[in-house]
């Protein structure tokens, strides 16, 4: 997509130390309701390495649907988040997914592989956490259309 995700062949060989705030990004256009920055912690194209990165989302602001071929781990650092998993068929109110869940700072939240979701800051706080893919196929993300306002208020 854009720069912030093009993924190194594979993560580093020896120890490296990222200061705080180092190679802190914009996320492209296109995966999100607005604008974010993101620190790649971690970045690889290679079969079963991790990718990681810390995300600062404003509030309000949450990424499109999407999913991760292994699945995607996400632990709250600061802020009030907001995740919600898809259904296989929308309600009748048009709401595309599960009940929305909100996050606080030390929690967890596991999707499964290939498990379509999206996740963002509450329309009142911003949100930052770590989140950690595995790479399949040379990919650690998929992503789809933007989530819909019905899905925001479920």
Not at 125 to 138: A, M, N, R
């Amino acid at each position: 997509m854009g720069s912030i995700f093009d993924m190194q062949q594979s993560c580093p060989q020896t120890m490296r130390v990222l200061r705080d705030g180092a190679g802190t990004s914009p996320v492209p256009e296109g995966i999100s309701s607005g604008a974010f920055t993101v620190q790649m912690l971690l970045s690889s194209r290679t079969e079963g390495e991790m990718t990681a990165m810390r995300a600062f989302v404003p509030p309000g602001i949450v990424t499109h649907w999407h999913s991760h071929p292994r699945g995607q781990l996400l632990f709250v650092l600061d802020g009030v988040g907001r995740v919600q998993r898809a259904r296989d068929n929308a309600d009748d109110d048009g709401a595309e997914g599960d009940d929305v869940v909100e996050l606080h700072a030390g929690d967890a939240v596991w999707f499964a592989p290939n498990e379509r979701h999206w996740h963002g800051a509450a329309a009142d706080s911003s949100f930052e956490y770590l989140s950690v893919q595995p790479v399949k196929d040379g990919s650690a993300v998929a992503w789809f259309e933007p989530v819909k306002q019905e899905s925001l208020v479920k």
